[in-house]
């Protein structure tokens, strides 16, 4: 007959915790940066790694299917797939962080209204994404990148609205930016 552990309350202590855990990675050291291969950015250059109030770390998955001759299914995998990522925009008094997303959508899909009349034009992938980087680092407590992913062939495929009010003095104005990309490496 096994016997049931009996609880001594010393495995669960909180100095205990603490000693098993270790010094945790804080959600709020983190860095992004952004590198174009074709569209200029030097409007934003200097700041937008400071601008940048929110990111996320991106993930994968693997795309999978049905398999096996009989018994239970298994899943077998046949490919990756990689999630967009969302950033949060602090706007600067000029807003031209806002500006460069929107001529940058605005170069992929020409808008309505085009002098040009060249509305609804797609541009190629070549020009608009195809060496564009993101890179996204979570930081220990000093500074140092612990894990570093790159985004390869980056463009944004997505703005969020903002918000015009009487209601909010003593904040800053800000939007969410949606980005595909092609893959991700992690070092």
Known sequence: ????????????????LRAKLGTLVRPNNFSVKINLAKIATTSIDDTFEFRCEKAELPGKTIATSDGGASGPAIKLGYDMTYNDIQ???ICSEKMEERKFFEKWMD???????DSLGAAGTIAYYS???????????????FGAAILTYECMDVYP??????NATWEETNTYQRFGVTLAYRYHTFK
């Open 157 to 162: 495929i997505a703005l969020t609205p903002m």
């Open 1 to 16: 007959m096994a016997s049931t552990p009996v609880y001594t309350g010393q495995n669960y202590a909180i100095s205990n």
């Open 87 to 89: 950033l949060s925009i």
């Open 127 to 141: 020009d608009y994404a195809s060496g564009n980087k993101l890179t996204v680092a979570q930081l220990n407590d």
């Open 107 to 113: 170069y992929i899909v020409k808008p309505f209204g």
